[in-house]
């Protein structure tokens, strides 16, 4: 697979600080990063029930987005109904809610930290799995 095969990657996070390193590793690994924000200044389209066209391109997510506030959860369920299931989605929350919404992560790899680069580096190659998938 040749570097601008690789599937993009979203990654959704309202810290823009947090962003920088996993943005950095990850097109470094050859995977075009668009991150989205979440829910601010305008209503989220997958809340709208619109096409999202940063979703419709996604070959991979990682959703840094607080489980605590219900519009949050509720992109992240549009996530998991509207994406292939072997598209890999990845959830960073804070301590403890690994347990709180536990039925909501079951389908999905939990991070209760900053990923590593390491764990960054298994996530792409779960990309590249899938895009080897829809060639």
């Not at 996070?13 to 990850?26: E, K, Q, S, Y």
């Not at 992560?105 to 209760?112: D, I």
Request: with cysteine; glycine share 6%.
């Amino acid at each position: 697979m040749h570097e601008q095969d690789k599937g993009a990657i979203l990654i959704d996070v309202t810290d823009t600080g947090d962003v920088a390193f996993d943005r950095n590793l990850l097109s470094g690994f050859g995977h075009p990063v668009m991150v989205c924000h979440g829910p601010q200044e305008s209503e989220c389209p997958l809340l709208t029930g619109d096409q999202c066209d940063l979703v419709d391109r996604a070959h991979g997510v990682m959703f840094e987005l607080d489980l605590d506030l219900p519009a949050h959860r509720a992109i992240f369920r549009r996530y998991q109904e509207i994406l292939a299931e072997d598209i890999p989605i990845r959830a960073v929350v804070k301590p403890g809610q690994e347990t709180t919404y536990a039925e909501l992560l079951q389908r999905v790899q939990v991070w209760t930290k900053q990923p590593d680069a390491a764990e960054l580096d298994a996530f792409a190659a779960g990309v590249e799995a899938y895009d080897r998938i829809v060639e």
